[in-house]
């Protein structure tokens, strides 16, 4: 199944992308995906899912859906 990216808003009113199904925040080039206005989360949202940009700690075949699940064969 692809990784699902979205944002979450910090106490602070900033925000951070992260993997829904980790929880994690996303690390691109070593450094999280945090602190970020609400367009900055949004663009890096749309070039994660488009694989403009690829996470440093998602792996690969969760990005791309490979190898697919059961129900997808």
């Known amino acids: 199944m692809p990784t699902i990216y ?3 808003q910090d106490s602070d009113g900033l ?3 992260y993997d ?3 929880e994690e925040a996303v690390i691109v ?3 999280p ?3 970020l206005d ?3 989360a949004n663009e890096a949202i749309r070039k994660l899912k ?3 940009v690829t996470s440093d700690n998602i792996p ?7 190898p697919p699940t059961k129900d997808r064969m």
Do not use: F, Y
């Open 6 to 8: 979205n944002k979450r």
């Open 15 to 17: 925000w951070e992308v």
């Open 20 to 22: 829904e199904e980790s």
């Open 29 to 31: 080039d070593g450094l």
């Open 33 to 35: 995906l945090s602190g």
């Open 38 to 40: 609400e367009i900055e």
């Open 50 to 52: 488009r694989g403009e």
């Open 60 to 66: 690969p075949t969760a990005q791309s859906g490979w």
